[in-house]
């Protein structure tokens, strides 16, 4: 798909989605086999599979192949990104939003969207929480500034 992406005879969108569908599926991968092979990792499992490989030693090329095709993707974003601009469509970042919207950015958030947001602490007492596939979550790990201490509720 990222070749799709690059391929400049497709429409601009089109390279774009081509994009995202290879982001997509490296999620994906990452969710199914990757995870499969990190409990093989975790239970002890070092039986080579038919590659000859181990589950750690597959991690090993995973990390090394997935890290080459984000920095690909992340390059082919760039340079879509620049087109995209020149045809008057911008994804823009934190430093480009102008005051008087960040206002009203504002305001949408403390309306909209922290009603509806859960929040769930996680210590001893209480059983890690459910996190659903491509779900967004923000995860904090608070310090008290006073005595540098973890916070403990």
């Known amino acids: 798909m ?4 690059q391929n400049r005879r497709h ?8 994009l995202s569908i290879s982001a997509s599926n490296l999620d994906e991968f990452y969710m ?20 000859g490989l181990t589950p750690a030693e597959q991690l090993a090329r995973v990390d090394e192949t997935a890290r080459d095709l984000i920095s690909d993707q992340q390059k082919v974003w760039a340079g879509l990104d620049q087109e995209l601009r020149k045809e008057g469509v911008s994804v823009i970042t934190g430093g480009e939003i102008h005051a008087r919207d960040r206002v009203f950015l504002d305001a949408q958030f403390a309306e909209q969207i922290f009603p509806v947001l859960t929040p769930l602490a996680i210590d001893p007492a209480h059983p890690f929480p ?19 201490k973890a916070f403990s509720a």
Request: charged share 20%.
């Open 32 to 51: 199914v086999r990757v995870a499969g092979l990190m409990g093989m990792v975790h239970a002890g499992v070092g039986t080579p599979s038919a590659d």
């Open 130 to 148: 459910f996190i659903p596939n491509l779900g967004f979550t923000i995860a904090l790990s608070l310090t008290n500034r006073r005595d540098g």
């Open 11 to 18: 429409p601009l969108f089109e390279r774009v989605r081509f």
């Open 2 to 5: 990222i070749e799709e992406a």
